[in-house]
């Protein structure tokens, strides 16, 4: 059971008024900042961090992790619907607020998620300062060249993230994101906040991609049962499986698909070589990690995380969030991918890691 589908009818009302159009969500964000701009005035932002890849590569679970830690702020399941004002927010329903109560979320996988679990509301901004990039049938990839004023946007957006998750923590405090879309943002990214940690997680091609077709199927199921689900995910910017599905355009990925299906194991090895050869091209900029020795060997892979990240944490801390990394069981398929893609693939994703690790000391594969 996730969120949406137990929200009450008053919760789905004002769900539906907050995502009646972005204008909404971006005019609670200026009432908010009339009326509570004192409450982040002085926050500052530096190094924030920014988790991305294709779903199912640990994102999530490594975004728990990381704001597990006391200087990490990010948003929470609490700022829906109103996720462009959260302290605005907060403060409307703190008197009312209930009891985190965990569940699983709507992935069908096993993660359990509660109102204060770490979630990826940032697209709902992105969305709204970039609505020409959403196209019918795919998203377009951004580039330097779209950096605009809307940067202070982000900017103000992260001051209030971090003031409402750690309004009481003396050291430095870091935003923190895990948003899938951002795979396509990397340049601009880096351009927008020079001083940012970019987070790739890469997993294995075949499982990752056996992974991404059970989800495909699993959300055309459940957008099929459950109509607020697909809205849920729409309004939220989620748009990588089921009835939703757009992908980002990648260079190449129309060749690499070949008219294929989402039904089918090859298409997402296809996608999947097509993602992570565009992020071979940004590896000066970002910090790959391997899914598989994150799980296999968490506290030592995680700690070389924090360090390429610049988080400072105890030994306690790392040992509480790093045990929340394993390995998912395999499950058997009769599904067999094409044999030259599955090679390409599992070339690149050699590539992707040992080009890293050799520019990278304290080497995260």
């Given at each position: 059971m996730a969120f949406h589908v137990s929200y009450t009818f008053l919760d789905r009302v004002i769900h539906r008024i907050a995502f009646l159009s972005p204008a909404v969500q971006m005019t609670a964000a200026d009432i908010e900042k009339s009326i509570f701009a004192s409450a982040?005035?002085?926050?500052?932002?530096?190094?924030?961090?920014?988790?991305?890849?294709?779903?199912?590569a640990g994102t999530t679970v490594l975004l728990d992790a990381v704001a597990q830690l006391p200087s990490v702020c990010?948003?929470?399941y609490r700022d829906m619907p109103f996720v462009l004002a959260p302290i605005f927010w907060a403060r409307l329903t703190g008197p009312f607020?209930?009891?985190?109560?965990?569940?699983?979320?709507?992935?069908?996988?096993?993660?359990?998620?509660?109102?204060?679990?770490?979630?990826?509301?940032?697209?709902?901004?992105?969305?709204?300062?970039w609505p020409h990039k959403y196209g019918h049938d795919r998203i377009e990839l951004w580039s330097v060249d779209d950096c605009t004023a809307a940067r202070a946007e982000f900017v103000e957006h992260m001051r209030k993230i971090v003031a409402v998750r750690r309004p009481d923590y003396s050291g430095n405090r870091r935003y923190a994101s895990k948003n899938n879309a951002n795979i396509a943002r990397l340049p601009l990214l880096r351009h927008m906040f020079a001083d940012a940690r970019i987070v790739v997680p890469v997993r294995h091609p075949l499982q990752h991609a056996r992974s991404l077709l059970r989800q495909h199927l699993n959300f055309l199921a459940l957008h099929a049962q459950e109509p607020f689900a697909r809205?849920?995910?729409?309004?939220?910017?989620?748009?990588?499986?089921?009835?939703?599905?757009?992908?980002?355009?990648?260079?190449?990925?129309?060749?690499?698909?070949?008219?294929?299906?989402?039904?089918?194991?090859?298409?997402?090895?296809?996608?999947?070589?097509?993602?992570?050869?565009?992020?071979?091209?940004?590896?000066?900029?970002?910090?790959?990690?391997?899914?598989?020795?994150?799980?296999?060997r968490p506290h030592a892979v995680f700690?070389?995380?924090?360090?390429?990240?610049?988080?400072?944490?105890?030994?306690?801390?790392?040992?509480?969030?790093?045990?929340?990394?394993?390995?998912?069981?395999?499950?058997?398929?009769?599904?067999?991918?094409?044999?030259?893609?599955?090679?390409?693939?599992?070339?690149?994703?050699?590539?992707?890691?040992?080009?890293r690790s050799s520019r990278t000391p304290q080497g995260l594969t």
């Open positions: 982040y005035r002085d926050v500052t932002i530096s190094s924030p961090v920014f988790i991305t890849s294709l779903p199912r990010t948003h929470v607020r209930q009891q985190a109560v965990s569940r699983e979320r709507a992935h069908a996988d096993g993660v359990l998620v509660s109102e204060d679990s770490p979630e990826a509301f940032e697209e709902v901004l992105w969305r709204a300062l809205r849920y995910m729409e309004d939220i910017g989620h748009y990588e499986f089921g009835e939703l599905r757009r992908p980002i355009g990648f260079p190449g990925a129309d060749a690499l698909i070949g008219g294929r299906s989402p039904m089918t194991l090859d298409y997402w090895l296809g996608y999947w070589i097509a993602a992570f050869e565009h992020v071979r091209n940004y590896l000066h900029v970002v910090i790959p990690i391997s899914y598989e020795a994150l799980c296999g700690s070389n995380l924090l360090e390429q990240l610049g988080i400072v944490a105890d030994d306690r801390s790392v040992d509480i969030a790093a045990a929340s990394f394993r390995l998912p069981s395999d499950r058997p398929s009769d599904d067999q991918p094409d044999g030259a893609l599955l090679r390409r693939a599992e070339q690149l994703h050699q590539t992707l890691l040992n080009e």
